[in-house]
């Protein structure tokens, strides 16, 4: 069955470029969440949608950082300005339920290099 | 804030040897607990889960139990294959709060030699 994708899979940006990173999570799955990791560190919490609600934020490291999911399935999570701090993978996942801790599952990821 | 410290790695391991992967929390109320892994070239997927004191997951041969009073929840493994080697990562959840965000540790990477 279709699981989570990610396109581009690898993004080679230059500084003060900006870039739309793409995720399509698994078909009904209500609530999506991006994460950053950084090479040799865990996945780090950006931002989380419930539909197309945008409900917490609070991860995303600066206002260069802009998410959205407009219809409530694909999303996108863009960055303007890239910054060579900016260099990492780029994780999405999507889970089924709201309201209680539900398994969440994750795309292999889009690895953005920064020169 | 809520957080995860686990073992730093490389863990490296002969085949059949046991497995012990050392994961501590510190949250503010009771979180759900996780282990996920990352097999090279493969996306995290979720190992095992525990969502209250005393629990035990498992799956796949591993299983991990929710120890509030020492706050753990190390991942062990009776007789680890060379298909195991990949990146274990503990995770929590505080279901107190709305999003279900996960909180990871570093990683700790498995390497198990025939």
């Known amino acids: 069955g279709a699981g989570v994708s990610q396109s581009p899979r690898y993004k080679v940006a230059k500084r003060g470029q900006d870039v739309a990173l793409r995720c399509d999570p698994i078909?009904?799955?209500?609530?999506l969440f991006w994460y950053q990791q950084a090479l040799g560190q865990g996945p780090e919490f950006l931002t989380y949608?419930?539909?197309?609600?945008?409900?917490?934020k609070s991860g995303l490291p600066s206002d260069r950082f802009f998410a959205e999911r407009p219809e409530g399935s694909v999303s996108t999570l863009k960055i303007q300005r890239t910054q060579q701090e900016d260099s990492a993978v780029y994780l999405c996942?999507?889970?089924?339920?709201?309201?209680?801790?539900?398994?969440?599952?994750f795309g292999p990821g889009t690895r953005l290099t920064v020169l | 804030g809520d957080s995860v410290t686990q073992m730093e790695g490389p863990v490296t391991l002969s085949e059949e040897a046991f497995l012990t992967i050392n994961c501590t929390y510190t949250a503010t109320g009771y979180p759900s607990l996780f282990w996920y892994v990352q097999y090279p070239g493969e996306g995290l997927q979720l190992l095992l889960k525990?969502?209250?004191?005393?629990d035990k997951g498992s799956n796949k041969g591993f299983e991990a139990t929710y120890r509030k009073e020492t706050t753990s929840f190390h991942l062990e493994k009776g007789s680890v294959q060379v298909s195991d080697s990949a990146v274990y990562f503990c995770?929590?959840?505080?279901?107190?709060?709305?999003?279900?965000?996960?909180?990871f540790g570093t990683g700790t990477r498995l390497q198990v030699f025939p």
């Open positions: 995770a929590l959840s505080d279901p107190r709060i709305n999003t279900d965000k996960l909180i």
């Open positions: 525990a969502t209250k004191a005393d």
């Open positions: 078909s009904g799955h209500v609530s």
């Open positions: 949608f419930q539909n197309e609600a945008q409900l917490d």
């Open positions: 996942a999507s889970s089924r339920d709201l309201g209680r801790v539900d398994t969440q599952y």
